[in-house]
Nanobody
Framework: QVQVAETGGGLVQPGQSLRLSCAAS????????MAWFRQAPGQEREFLSG?????GNTYYAENRFTISKDDAKDTVYLQMNSLKPEDTAVYYC?????????????????WGQGTQVTVSS
């Protein structure tokens, strides 16, 4: 079993930066990739970025955001710069055990509870 947990959300002003963290625990040796998604109220869950757990290869859907990982801590980060009001959403971390480059919700087997990011003046 794998558990993931997001932290770092909050209220920020437009143009500011924020870094989210996602810590994995349990049988982390089974993880093939981890990714970040977000979901605004009334909208579909949207893929943002992923990273393979062994090779560290990254893939993106949002150019303002950067994904990275700390292997010693089994932790993945999402650095968000130049935040805009439309970035307001619940941000989710997910772990896959079958695929390395998935971008669909069904590609991921374990999910965190989400962390709220609000961008407002």
């Amino acid at each position: 079993q794998v558990q993931v947990a997001e932290t770092g959300g909050g209220l920020v002003q437009p143009g500011q930066s924020l870094r989210l963290s996602c810590a994995a625990s349990g049988q982390t040796f089974s993880i093939s990739a981890m990714a970040w998604f977000r979901q605004a109220p009334g909208q579909e869950r949207e893929f943002l970025s992923g990273i393979t757990f062994k090779g560290g290869n990254t893939y993106y859907a949002e150019n303002r955001f950067t994904i990275s990982k700390d292997d010693a801590k089994d932790t993945v980060y999402l650095q968000m710069n130049s935040l805009k009001p439309e970035d307001t959403a619940v941000y989710y971390c997910a772990a896959a055990t079958r695929l390395q480059f998935g971008a669909a919700q069904s590609d991921y087997d374990y999910w965190g509870q989400g962390t709220q990011v609000t961008v407002s003046s």
